[in-house]
Structure formats: C-alpha cells, structure tokens
C-alpha cells in the first residue's frame, strides 16, 4: 500500500453526507492532501503514509515539509481543524498538534483503525461531537471499543 491507497482506502468508508475535496495544488506549496466538509464544519488532513520501524524506540519521520508545519501550524492557530494522519499498513495515528519525536512505540498505543478515522472526519463535518472535543483521549477511548 501506499498514500495514495491508504487515502483512497479511507475515503471509501466515509458517510455519503461528508464533501470530500483530494487537494491536488501544485502552485501552493503546503496545502494538505485532503478536505472534507459538511454543515458542522470543515477539516483539513495531511495524510503521510510510513513504513514503521520495527525498533519501539526509533523516532518515525514523517517527511512533512517546512510548509506544510507552516501552513497545518497557522491553520490551527486561527482554530480551524487540521490534523496530520500517519498511516501504516492498516492503521493510523490521528494528531491534532502537530508532534515532533513520535516513537514506534508510541504509534503503536495510539494508533487506530481507518474505519475509525473515517467516524471521526464524518463526526467532525457532520456535527456529532465538537471537534474540540476530540483530543488524544478520545481517540484512546475508541480503541477501547
């Protein structure tokens, strides 16, 4: 699998009801992969698919570039909803702040399914909870379910 297919792959399992725009702007450096949209709102994911390292302890490169921190940084200033999805194989780790020093460990005890990341960006366009709400405990308690 790559990006593209893992992209591809979520997409699919999203509610008919969430506008989903596959950004593709060659002229605007930093603009995220994806928006998706609905009467609650709009969220933005940059979406980097990963090859995860075996070693718990090895810190996972994402290859986002400096304008991509810029522009999912200034986003999130202004308190619009952009998340960095890191895809692996069949899962994923959903990060609202962008996070330096992310370990395969701790990929491993966040990570979720993309049924769930499909949910969630359904949740957050289409109002069912604030996406203010959804922090890191929130993702932790969907994998529990």
């Not at 998706?36 to 698919?49: C, N, R, T």
């Not at 966040?110 to 049924?115: A, I, L």
């Not at 909870?129 to 379910?145: Q, S, V």
Request: include cysteine; proline fraction near 5%; charged fraction near 25%.
């Amino acid at each position: 699998m790559n990006e593209h297919s893992f992209v591809k792959s979520v997409h699919r399992k999203l509610d008919k009801s969430v506008y989903v725009w596959k950004i593709a702007d060659r002229y605007s450096g930093g603009v995220p992969d994806a928006m998706y949209a609905g009467p609650a709102g709009i969220l933005f994911v940059e979406y980097k698919y990963i090859k995860l390292p075996k070693r718990p302890t090895t810190i996972i490169k994402t290859g986002l570039s400096p304008l991509q921190e810029q522009w999912i940084t200034q986003m999130q200033q202004w308190k619009h909803p952009t998340w960095l999805v890191i895809g692996a194989e069949k899962s994923c780790l959903i990060l609202n702040k962008l996070t330096k020093n992310i370990s395969t460990a701790y990929y491993l005890k966040n990570q979720t399914d993309t049924n769930t990341l499909a949910r969630l960006i359904t949740d957050v366009t289409q109002g069912q909870p604030n996406e203010k709400t959804l922090t890191r405990a929130k993702f932790k308690k969907d994998l529990e379910r």
